[in-house]
């Protein structure tokens, strides 16, 4: 009896384990590192002018999360010394927005990418009073600039970075020194495979195709020496 087909069998089974385990071991490795990334935002102007009074917008400190999280992109504060009857008034501006907050989202794996917000405040101040609103009027990240749009996204390394508007807390009057804030929601997901727009498709990892082909491969391989098997046992027996 001709036992060239198991003894073959076997062989191409050992290499297959083999180069699966490598597989494996290549992709364990690749998932070691766990997943983090880095906001950082910056306000522009730093200060916005109310006849002789103001208002101060902070830039915030770097922080580096692994999930979603809410955030304050920047903190309020406001400075008036005038009477109630004469407020310091913030004058509407003619583009429509006053001020920029720009979140710059990063990786330990040197991807990027930033989302620009415009907005506009507006209001009156006194010494013993505040009163103010705010809005986003629009939003610039991956995809372009979108007017009146109050979130955006950025996409890299496998993930999508959505960044959303999520209110505002007014200040209180220079008297009483408390500060306001206006936040935002960060919110990483897995970015989808083969999906619309350029950037924000995943490429699958090489252990996933290394994986695909030997498995292919293998099966093939199979089918082919059954095959051979069949035949020859049907030769021997005529």
Known sequence: MDRKGPTQMK?????FTAALALALTATAQSQATPFSYTYNWAANPVGITAGNGGVTLTNEAAVTTNIATDTAATNVTVFSAAPSNAPDVIATPGAGSNYT????????????????????????LTHDSSNLTTSITGSTDDSGTHAGQTFGSVTFGGEQYLVSYNGFAAPGPEAQHNVGSISFHIDPTPAIVGGPGPGTGQAPEPSSMVLGCLGLSFLGGVVLRARRRKAELLKAAF
């Not at 062989?11 to 290499?15: A, G, K, N, T, V």
């Open 11 to 15: 062989r191409s089974l050992s290499l």
């Open 101 to 124: 907050l720009a979140v710059t989202v990063s990786d330990g794996n040197g991807g990027s990418g930033t989302v620009t917000f415009t907005g506009l405040l507006t209001g009156q």
